[in-house]
């Protein structure tokens, strides 16, 4: 079993800078392709970034491509969301996922989610 701890989320202002951690628990994690989603009060889940299991290969969701740096670091079995520019949308829970498989932009078949870190990003 995996668990992950997410970190990091906070109350900034608009223009302000976050990094979130995603620390895992498993043996497997160099293994796993990991994502970051969020969730905004009253929305539905939305994807932010997948990384591979290697850190090659990386994709982004239009609303946060070129602002928002995915990356992880095997060694400490921890994935970062860099988050810079941040604007009042990008308020939400956000979520760290694990899956054996390359993630979908849907969320579907993640298999570990994490219990999410709330951001919040003041006007």
């Known amino acids: 079993?995996?668990?992950l701890v997410e970190s990091g989320g906070g109350l900034v202002q608009t223009g302000d800078s976050l990094r979130l951690s995603c620390a895992s628990s498993g043996r497997t994690f160099r293994s796993h392709y990991m994502g970051?989603?969020?969730?905004a009060l009253g929305k539905e889940r939305e994807f932010v970034a997948a990384i591979s299991w290697s850190g090659g290969s990386t994709d982004y969701g239009a609303s946060v491509k070129g602002r928002f740096t995915i990356s992880r670091d095997n060694a400490k079995n921890t994935v970062y969301l860099k988050m810079n520019s941040l604007k009042p949308e990008d308020?939400?829970?956000?979520?760290?996922?694990?899956?054996?498989r390359q993630i979908r932009r849907s969320g579907e078949g993640v298999d570990y989610w994490g219990q999410g870190t709330q951001v919040t990003v003041s006007s």
């Open 1 to 3: 079993h995996v668990q």
């Open 36 to 39: 970051w989603f969020r969730q």
């Open 91 to 100: 308020t939400a829970v956000y979520y760290c996922a694990a899956t054996m």
